[in-house]
């Protein structure tokens, strides 16, 4: 066998644009110097990236850095779907960003720098055919996130929310680098291919108490990213002391790169029969949790961060079918596996537009504030409340919001196909804790100020006009989320690839 790889680089094209992007942005801020530039190369960039992820994507599947039939880069229709969300995210922060570097106190080059390094991550995250591409690429996604949640000057509890953030998730890599290690000692591979193999072959394995616990570690490790209960506390603290465009970004990209990363090894490498039952149980309670809890917050930010929680429970919940032989089925896997992805990017479309909104109705480089300073803010800005309260309903999963509508018909749909269906029930009883809060969220935006309140927020929140770069974001992904809503089947096709 010939030690020289042939390497494809057609396939790595996606992630060439995005660390090309990255490096043009440093030397865009370093010999121009002028923020609009930086800014625009950033947008540029993010956006080529999604059109070179889009092209790739459309042709038949491509692999390279292979050793025999064990392929690290597998860029297919569901990396090149992973890649093009990344990347549309990604140049909706930065439209998201426009009020918070003008206010001057977050340095623009760096911002937009530590960007475009978190978009090669989720890129590369998306094609990872083997373990370490795969940590390698979560991390090169979620570093920069660091320093973004505290970039804000002067801001203790910037500076608070990134030290959380960091402390639980250098745990969150070491279990999973640590259970990385251990089930390389088991099978002695590292593919995810190979690894599934394996175990699969190889039964008297998963009997070893050394295959448990790495299996467990890799799992449990890779749901801190997801911030599934119960490694879910490092999420509320963070997402409302980060600026508000990273707690979007942070809500929607590291999110989505936890459930492809958990998606990668439960579909390719982890026994199904092992991984089942934990997954079932994560979901139960990340869901359940995520919404008691959602339904006692009173600022914005941690009520979207306990929801986004909660999500991440439904988004686990069709992988839990597979802790029941009728969901370990050839076409109950399947149809979990798109399930699972599909809602991820149902999710994600919703989430960046109420972050937009909530961007929209408060005043530069501030934060999310308390429900009450948005009581009746669809009564000054009647367009934003409207595009605001669409994407709670979504979330929701009520009509008019077809997107989500369609997102929990999908994951309910995949539960009964694999036979789970009390998970189903857990789900629909779930979805009717969280209409409380959501309906009662997008309620008060219409509300008239009680007689005793002041007549405008004390932040000046009510006289400000949202920016033109936040309302062409919320406006993008408010249509986007009724595209989608309207042909959810091209969605489920994509992530079915």
């Not at 190369?41 to 050793?67: H, Y």
């Not at 340095?107 to 055919?129: D, I, K, M, Q, R």
């Not at 686990?316 to 399930?339: F, H, S, T, V, W």
């Amino acid at each position: 066998m010939s030690l020289v790889q042939s390497v494809d680089n057609v396939a790595l094209l996606p992630a060439y644009l995005a660390a090309g992007t990255a490096v043009l942005v440093l030397l865009a801020d370093l010999l121009v110097a002028r923020a609009a530039a930086t800014v625009a190369v950033a947008g540029v960039g993010s956006a080529a990236t999604a059109l070179g992820a889009a092209l790739v994507g459309a042709g038949d599947e491509r692999r390279t850095f292979c050793v025999g039939a064990d392929c690290s880069w597998v860029y297919g229709g569901r990396a090149a779907l992973v890649a093009v969300v990344f990347a549309l995210l990604t140049l909706g922060v930065l439209a998201l960003s426009g009020p918070l570097l003008r206010a001057g106190r977050t340095p623009v080059g760096e911002y937009c720098f530590l960007l475009a390094c978190s978009l090669t991550g989720g890129v590369v995250l998306g094609a990872a055919g083997d373990l370490i591409t795969l940590i390698v690429a979560l991390e090169t996604l979620t570093l920069p996130l660091y320093v973004l949640v505290g970039l804000r000057r002067g801001s203790l509890a910037s500076a608070e929310a990134a030290v959380t953030f960091f402390v639980v998730s250098v745990v969150a890599t070491t279990l999973t680098l640590l259970g990385a290690a251990l089930l390389y000692a088991v099978t002695g591979g590292l593919h995810l291919g190979r690894l599934g193999a394996t175990l699969t072959e190889r039964s008297e394995l998963l009997d070893l108490p050394l295959a448990t616990v790495a299996v467990a570690l890799v799992v449990l490790g890779l749901a801190f990213k997801v911030a599934a209960v119960p490694f879910h506390a490092w999420a509320p603290a963070t997402y409302d002391g980060a600026p508000l465009p990273v707690a979007a970004y942070l809500s929607t990209a590291s999110k989505l790169g936890g459930v492809v990363a958990l998606l990668a090894v439960v579909q390719r490498a982890l026994p199904a029969t092992v991984t089942g039952p934990v997954l079932a149980l994560l979901a139960v309670l990340t869901m359940t949790v995520g919404n008691l809890v959602a339904l006692r917050q009173r600022r914005t930010v941690r009520l979207l961060a306990w929801s986004s929680v909660a999500q991440a429970g439904y988004i686990l919940a069709p992988l839990g079918a597979l802790a029941l032989a009728a969901g370990r089925a050839a076409d109950a896997r399947a149809g979990a596996y798109a399930a699972a992805v599909a809602y991820a990017v149902f999710f994600v479309v919703l989430e960046l537009a109420a972050f937009a909104a909530v961007v929209a109705l408060r005043p530069a480089d501030a934060d999310g504030g308390s429900l009450d300073d948005l009581r009746g803010a669809a009564r000054r800005h009647p367009w934003v409340g409207g595009a605001f309260a669409l994407a709670l309903i979504g979330l929701a999963g009520l009509p008019p919001g077809l997107a989500g509508l369609f997102a929990k018909v999908t994951a309910v749909r995949s539960l009964l196909d694999g036979g789970a269906g009390w998970l189903a029930l857990v789900v629909a009883l779930n979805a009717v804790i969280g209409l409380a809060y959501y309906l009662r969220l997008a309620a008060s935006l219409w509300a008239a100020p009680d007689a005793d309140a002041p007549p405008a927020p004390a932040d000046g929140s009510a006289g400000i006009r949202p920016a033109a770069s936040v309302g062409l974001a919320l406006a993008v992904a408010t249509a986007v989320a009724v595209v989608v809503g309207f042909a959810p089947q091209l969605l489920l096709d994509l992530a079915a690839r």
